[in-house]
């Protein structure tokens, strides 16, 4: 079977660094999504990795190792709007993105 | 970026009455379009998926008839709840794609629904 493995909650600090795993196991790989969503609303779209590395946009930066089925979200200087959950989806051979369960971000000031 | 517009933002029907939610969008032209729906503090739950001029394609255990989906163009698809219960009441949100299959999904506001 499929499956998208985060934590499912996380507790950090206000201008703190942290940093959510995924794990997943797909039939095929086109690359791996990582999506915010604060409660009540909708998704919105984070980083697309689908080579290896690390792709960084302002405080946000995405890793991907494929070989490991690995990924990781990572939040610089916290702020307290950074509260929400991250969603990872992987997208598999046939172009359909698996979503994990989210992991929900608690920052404390 | 990407704009994919949603409405209504919620809606509150009485049992048996229909509602349709409608997700356009605005700068692209979105070949794709997937309709989920999400429980309090669950994940996303795809319901289908709909490419424009052609029927949707339903996740297994969705009513196809009890969840209408028209996508006649390329910036519109509708999700009509027909005969709402209160087992319907959910948080529905569309998403839309261009033709790159590996293109990201942008996400419509969602609509919370609440049959009374």
């Known amino acids: 079977g499929q499956n998208i493995d985060q934590p499912t909650e996380m507790t950090a600090t206000e201008g703190a660094i942290v940093q959510i795993n995924c794990t997943y196991q797909t039939s095929g790989f086109n690359g791996l999504f990582w999506y915010q969503q604060h409660a009540g609303e909708a998704p919105t779209f984070l980083s697309y990795?689908?080579l290896d590395g690390l792709e960084e946009k302002g405080r946000f930066s995405s890793f991907l190792s494929r070989s490991k089925g690995y990924s990781y979200l990572l939040l610089k200087e916290l702020q307290m709007k950074d509260s929400a959950s991250y969603l990872c989806a992987v997208m598999d051979s046939n172009y359909q993105l698996i979503w994990g369960a989210g992991t929900k971000l608690i920052i404390k000031p | 970026g990407a704009v994919v517009s949603q409405h209504p933002s919620w809606v509150i029907c009485k049992s048996g009455t229909s509602v349709k939610i409608e997700c356009r969008s605005l700068d692209f032209q979105a070949t794709t379009m997937f309709w989920y729906r999400q429980f309090p503090k669950q994940s996303l739950m795809l319901m289908a998926t709909?490419?424009?001029?052609?029927?949707?394609?339903?996740e297994q255990g969705v009513e196809k008839d009890k969840f209408l989906i028209n996508h006649a163009s390329l910036t519109l698809s509708t999700l009509t709840v027909t005969s709402a219960h209160p087992e319907d009441s959910s948080f529905y949100i569309c998403?839309?794609?261009?033709?790159?299959?590996?293109?990201?999904?942008?996400f419509g506001n969602g609509t919370r629904l609440t049959v009374t």
């Open positions: 998403s839309a794609r261009n033709r790159d299959e590996s293109s990201p999904l942008h």
């Open positions: 709909s490419n424009e001029g052609s029927k949707a394609t339903y």
């Open positions: 990795n689908v």
